[in-house]
């Protein structure tokens, strides 16, 4: 799997292009607005004019009640993850919607003092502005602590605040400097130049995430926002596309903060799309070889469990599935098969002498001589201290009988417990049984062989006996 990703993985030119490609398609999407502002701004008639006070109203209660509900998703997204990103990002919104709603509320002031109409709108920009750059200044720095993003007083200073603003600009409009153009030009000049300086720290910072290049877009909309408030007169078609372009950076800045409150309730943990593909990748490798890893397991204990630990050969319940098996396949095709039941003699009286250890090995060793002395696809398990079985499956009892006399001859004349500087003689009793001639059944032919075993041993151990 890890091989295959590889090989699809395109070159490193391949991927240069594909990201100036995407760099270039987000700058362009964000000065969209730009090119509106220039046609408008060149090819608009002068004196067209669209003044609607109830339109204008609905439009600015709109998104007053959206600025809420957005305030409100911000709000609940820092106190689940604490970042302090969303908190001014919170604060902002909340900023924005106290100050920008009296714009919408004095509407029908417009011709009696139009000052107190039009102030609000550049200073609720203003101030969004401030506190988004205060944001993005905050980006990556550590969560909050609980006790403190759930203290009242910490937001109800800046409410007081953005009254105090509200209050301050309502005073500006009334007095006699207000009627110069360079105030409204100031505080919307303030905020272009708030925009651009956030831009220009993200582009500084190369921050990058998902979220935060829909932060960087929306706030590109604002700074042309506000150039287009300064090239326009007020109920002109460019004063209501400025209108339209904030609303579309605000539109989007809100998809952002409902995008995190919908997943991680965080604007740093969201990841990129190439991230994504990386951990994704990872997280497969990691799966693929924990998946191998678990194989290996289970096949190590599917053999630790149909075998004997210390000799290697199967053990009993391995051995009577091994025989049903081949119950199985005789009575289907008629093929014989035959047991041998093997005990080593005076194997007590040699781990008494010598100890277990040395009995431990001579158990390996004669294991290993039985391999040595039967085919590959015969099984040989250990069923007892020193009792084995060996299965022979194709064979009648005479050959059945030739092969356990040819163990006998290996065991007889082999030395067992060198490797302990022990040199033991050792020698085995077998009794041979046959599937059909003497019993059709597993119990049948088990105890024929074992009655052959006892009688080997009575007769002076050290033989095979068959019949």
Not at 71 to 100: D, K, N
Not at 325 to 354: C, M, Q, T, V, W
Not at 452 to 464: E, I, S, T
Request: with cysteine.
């Amino acid at each position: 799997m890890t091989a295959s990703v590889v090989a699809d993985e395109p070159s490193a030119t391949v991927q240069w292009a594909t990201r100036i490609y995407l760099g270039l398609l987000i700058a362009g999407f964000a000065l969209i607005p730009a090119y509106l502002i220039a046609y408008v701004y060149v090819f608009q008639n002068p004196a067209l004019f669209f003044e609607n006070h109830v339109f204008h109203e609905f439009a600015i209660a709109a998104a007053t009640l959206e600025g809420l509900f957005v305030s409100y998703v911000a709000w609940r997204c820092y106190q689940s993850s604490g970042e302090p990103l969303l908190r001014w990002l919170t604060l902002g919104f909340l900023a924005f919607v106290l100050i920008y709603a009296l714009h919408g509320a004095f509407t029908g002031m417009a011709h009696h003092n139009i000052w107190l109409f039009l102030l609000y709108g550049p200073a609720s920009r203003l101030a969004m502005s401030v506190l988004l750059l205060v944001a993005l200044l905050t980006w990556h720095q550590p969560p909050e602590p609980v006790h403190l993003r759930r203290e009242p007083g910490r937001w109800l200073k800046w409410i007081v605040l953005f009254v105090l603003i509200d209050v301050a600009v309502g005073v500006l409009a009334y007095s006699p400097i207000a009627g110069e153009l360079a105030v409204r030009l100031s505080l919307e000049g303030g905020a272009l130049v708030f925009s651009v300086v956030n831009l220009a720290v993200m582009l500084a910072r190369r921050i990058r995430s998902p979220l935060m290049k829909i932060f960087g877009i929306s706030v590109t909309s604002f700074a042309l926002s506000s150039l287009a408030f300064i090239l326009a007169r007020p109920w002109n078609h460019l004063w209501w596309l400025a209108h339209a372009i904030f609303a579309a950076g605000f539109f989007l800045l809100s998809y952002g903060v409902v995008q995190a409150f919908r997943t991680t309730r965080s604007f740093a943990t969201i990841y990129s799309q190439e991230e994504l593909m990386a951990r994704i990748a990872e997280e497969m490798e990691r799966t693929e070889n924990a998946l191998q890893e678990l194989k290996r397991t289970n096949l190590k204990l599917e053999h630790l469990a149909a075998t004997d630990p210390l000799t290697g050969a199967a053990n009993r319940r391995q051995f009577i599935g091994m025989v049903e098996a081949e119950i199985g396949r005789a009575k289907r095709g008629g093929a014989p098969f035959s047991l041998l039941a093997l005990d080593l003699d005076h194997f007590k009286a040699i781990n008494d002498s010598y100890g277990h250890q040395v009995g431990d090995e001579i158990l390996r060793g004669f294991v290993q001589r039985c391999l040595e002395a039967i085919r590959p696809y015969d099984g040989v398990a250990r069923v007892g201290g020193e009792e084995f079985m060996v299965l022979l499956p194709q064979v009648v009892l005479s050959v059945g009988q030739s092969i356990g006399e040819r163990i006998r001859e290996a065991i007889a004349n082999g030395v067992f417990g060198g490797q302990s500087g022990n040199a033991v003689a050792l020698t085995v009793s077998i009794g041979v049984s046959q599937f059909g001639r003497d019993g059709d059944t597993i119990d049948e032919i088990l105890r024929a062989a074992d009655e052959r075993l006892y009688r080997a041993k009575h007769l002076g151990r050290n033989r095979v006996i068959g019949a």
